[in-house]
């Protein structure tokens, strides 16, 4: 008798645990089609994000019912405890990136057009052409209090003095912007411009980046602006980007 019901309790399988393992599974496809999808460009914006949050969430239960399974395998001395952890830990692989740019959404203002200079931030040209009505406007009319949230979110963002003639940081700064993987998309070295697009890693946003250098009595005032085409904050992107990029030219 006791072996029959130790057979029974080993061909037993904990619910929990298996549900975790399809959750997650089926988290990590949504998650990885809402990004290919949107790469590929036969996503729009707001469905691939709708897809990574709605992945996010099958993790989020995922990883609770490993948990659970977890438990009630180790207390009922059940089978299906592998399958738990898999969902654990594939719950936590889609849920963990998620939530943390979540999170760092809540640290910075929604905003996604970020320029050192406010007074005359530097104007886009061939840019325009690249741009439709779905995207973000280059206007800076919203939020109205643009200029107070950038200020405020960061306030060491200026522009940058080089002690150098502006052909010379002109023609560095495009350098480093090739350097970057930054796509050139025009060049004025007359008017000390330059416009380029840079593409994330992972969703393939594209960040619409110009470059301005001019001449400040003998040495060169260099000035950026960077703008998301979609979304509304940027995450703290657009002025990470332009600090970086900022330090690298000087340094």
């Given at each position: 008798?006791?072996?029959?019901?130790?057979?029974?309790?080993?061909?037993?399988?904990?619910?929990?645990?298996?549900?975790?393992?399809?959750?997650?599974?089926?988290?990590?496809?949504?998650?990885?089609?809402?990004?290919?999808?949107?790469?590929?460009?036969?996503?729009?914006?707001?469905?691939?994000?709708?897809?990574?949050?709605?992945?996010?969430a099958?993790?989020?239960?995922?990883?609770?019912?490993?948990?659970?399974?977890?438990i009630?395998?180790?207390?009922?001395k059940?089978?299906?405890?592998?399958?738990?952890?898999?969902?654990?830990?594939?719950?936590?692989?889609?849920?963990?990136?998620?939530?943390?740019?979540?999170?760092?959404?809540?640290?910075?203002?929604?905003?996604?057009?970020?320029?050192?200079?406010?007074?005359?931030p530097?104007?886009?040209?061939?840019?325009?052409?690249?741009?439709?009505?779905?995207?973000?406007?280059?206007?800076?009319?919203?939020?109205?209090?643009?200029?107070?949230?950038?200020?405020?979110?960061?306030?060491?963002?200026?522009?940058?003095?080089?002690?150098?003639?502006?052909?010379?940081?002109?023609?560095?700064?495009?350098?480093?912007?090739?350097?970057?993987?930054?796509?050139?998309?025009?060049?004025?070295?007359?008017?000390?411009?330059?416009?380029?697009?840079?593409?994330?890693?992972?969703?393939?946003?594209?960040?619409?980046?110009?470059?301005?250098?001019?001449?400040?009595?003998?040495?060169?005032?260099?000035?950026?602006?960077?703008?998301?085409?979609?979304?509304?904050?940027?995450?703290?992107?657009?002025?990470?980007?332009?600090?970086?990029?900022?330090s690298?030219?000087?340094?």
């Open positions: 008798m006791t072996y029959s019901a130790d057979l029974n309790s080993t061909n037993k399988q904990s619910n929990a645990a298996r549900w975790s393992f399809k959750l997650a599974l089926l988290g990590v496809v949504l998650l990885v089609l809402a990004v290919i999808g949107h790469r590929l460009g036969i996503m729009d914006f707001r469905i691939a994000m709708f897809g990574i949050v709605g992945g996010a099958l993790g989020l239960v995922a990883v609770f019912a490993g948990v659970i399974g977890i009630v395998t180790r207390k009922e059940i089978s299906g405890k592998p399958f738990a952890w898999i969902g654990l830990m594939l719950g936590l692989l889609v849920t963990s990136p998620v939530f943390m740019t979540i999170y760092g959404a809540s640290n910075v203002p929604p905003i996604h057009d970020i320029s050192t200079d406010l007074q005359d530097p104007e886009f040209v061939a840019i325009l052409a690249l741009r439709t009505a779905k995207h973000n406007s280059l206007d800076r009319d919203a939020p109205t209090n643009l200029t107070t949230l950038q200020q405020d979110a960061y306030p060491d963002l200026a522009p940058l003095l080089i002690n150098k003639e502006p052909r010379q940081v002109f023609e560095e700064a495009l350098a480093l912007v090739e350097t970057l993987g930054w796509e050139v998309v025009a060049t004025s070295a007359e008017e000390g411009r330059i416009e380029t697009t840079a593409t994330t890693l992972i969703m393939g946003f594209k960040d619409d980046v110009v470059i301005r250098v001019r001449d400040q009595a003998g040495q060169s005032i260099v000035d950026m602006r960077s703008v998301s085409r979609v979304g509304k904050s940027d995450l703290g992107a657009n002025a990470k980007r332009i600090e970086l990029f900022l690298e030219l000087q340094g």
